[in-house]
């Protein structure tokens, strides 16, 4: 192997991975492994090995990564200072977080990245923080994640390593909303917008745009939203189309002029029917795919009992009681009710498991309360 072969390698799986073609990335830090691990150059091929779990984590095949991942870590004596200590150990987080790659102790290994970071650059730096925010998220303690949040857009041209801004103004905006303070989301929304240089901030903007319309209910612009997440959504990582489809399933429910969410011809269905999924859903979106599945059934429950449409996603009061006077399809409430509550068994099944990856339960809270929406609107009809 010739240093020039392997650097021009390995510049190209840069250049893919900075154009989001994972695929190509990663079979390219594979290739480039390859060759410096034949030429006994370990060093060189540890540093390609980890390049390509990295890569391989944001394709479609996520255990590729957990598998080159779990190689790299058994050699650890190539990595020589904190900074690769770092990368590596980002991956490894990813996976834990993301993945099914089961760790023990989430929070002592966050620490033990922040510990890297603070070796390698003196500061923590806005990708850990980032990383913070996200395994607060998944505990459903959204004040603490949006703390973090806030720190990783406050870091963004500190020392320390960097993640892209647009990320942690997203997210924030999310958690502004999951809080009640639409204002404020709003605010981080524009935050968004005014990082357009970022090659992920157009698609990140468009999400916020969704979460904005959906928490206001206004079913235009969610759907107008939809469809320029859709557009901007990248192939080449699967990741993006299970966020688009997801946000459909609830922008598209406030759109009344569609229909009855339970009838076979509305976009909703026809989607769901022709798009093709993972058949295996990566552990990340199991609950959260679920859900959406579970308000889309009870969007059939609300239409039949003569109720407008409403946001299932941010909103935990009840809303008002239907009338069945003014029932639209009085006899389909309770079988409706019934494909709902099947829809939510199919749901709990994955808030436990990521409640018991968190150590938390807010995701089967949230799923009861889920239930009781849908039991206080059907109680009226039992009599």
Request: aromatic share 10%; charged share 25%.
């Amino acid at each position: 192997m010739s240093p020039d072969e392997y650097a021009d390698l390995m510049e190209k799986a840069r250049e893919a991975y900075r154009g989001g073609d994972m695929w190509t990335a990663g079979l390219l830090y594979e290739r480039a492994y390859q060759l410096a691990a034949e030429f006994g150059d370990k060093q060189a091929a540890f540093d390609a090995l980890r390049e390509a779990a990295d890569a391989w984590s944001y394709s479609a095949d996520p255990d590729r990564g957990i598998r080159l991942l779990l190689e790299a870590r058994q050699q650890l004596e190539y990595l020589h200072d904190a900074e690769g200590q770092y990368w590596l150990h980002t991956v490894f987080l990813m996976h834990a977080i993301d993945e099914d790659l089961t760790v023990g102790d989430l929070d002592h290994e966050m620490d033990v990245l922040a510990e890297f970071a603070v070796r390698a650059w003196g500061d923590e730096g806005p990708r850990t923080h980032y990383f913070r925010s996200a395994l607060l998220a998944n505990r459903g303690n959204w004040a603490a994640a949006l703390d973090a949040a806030e720190r990783s857009w406050a870091g963004r041209e500190g020392p320390g390593p960097q993640t892209y801004s647009s990320h942690a103004a997203s997210a924030a905006c999310y958690f502004c909303l999951q809080l009640g303070r639409r204002e404020e989301a709003a605010r981080w929304a524009e935050l968004v917008g005014s990082t357009r240089e970022e090659p992920v901030a157009p698609w990140q903007l468009a999400k916020c745009r969704c979460n904005l319309a959906q928490f206001g209910n206004d079913g235009p612009a969610a759907r107008s939203a939809s469809r320029q997440l859709d557009a901007l959504s990248n192939p080449e990582m699967p990741g993006d189309a299970l966020v688009a489809a997801e946000e459909s399933v609830y922008s598209l429910l406030l759109s009344a002029d569609e229909g009855d969410p339970a009838d076979p011809a509305h976009l909703i269905r026809l989607r769901l029917a022709h798009q093709p999924l993972p058949e295996r859903l990566p552990f990340w979106s199991r609950y959260d795919w679920h859900r959406a599945l579970a308000c889309l059934e009870l969007a059939g429950v609300r239409h039949a009992a003569g109720l407008p449409p409403v946001d299932d996603r941010f909103h935990a009061a009840p809303g008002p009681l239907p009338d069945p006077a003014t029932a639209r399809l009085p006899a389909e409430v309770l079988p409706r009710l019934a494909a709902f509550e099947r829809a939510c068994d199919a749901a709990l099944h994955h808030a436990v498991a990521s409640d018991t990856r968190f150590s938390c339960t807010w995701r089967q809270q949230d799923l009861a309360a889920l239930r009781r929406r849908g039991a206080a609107m059907a109680a009226v009809f039992r009599a």
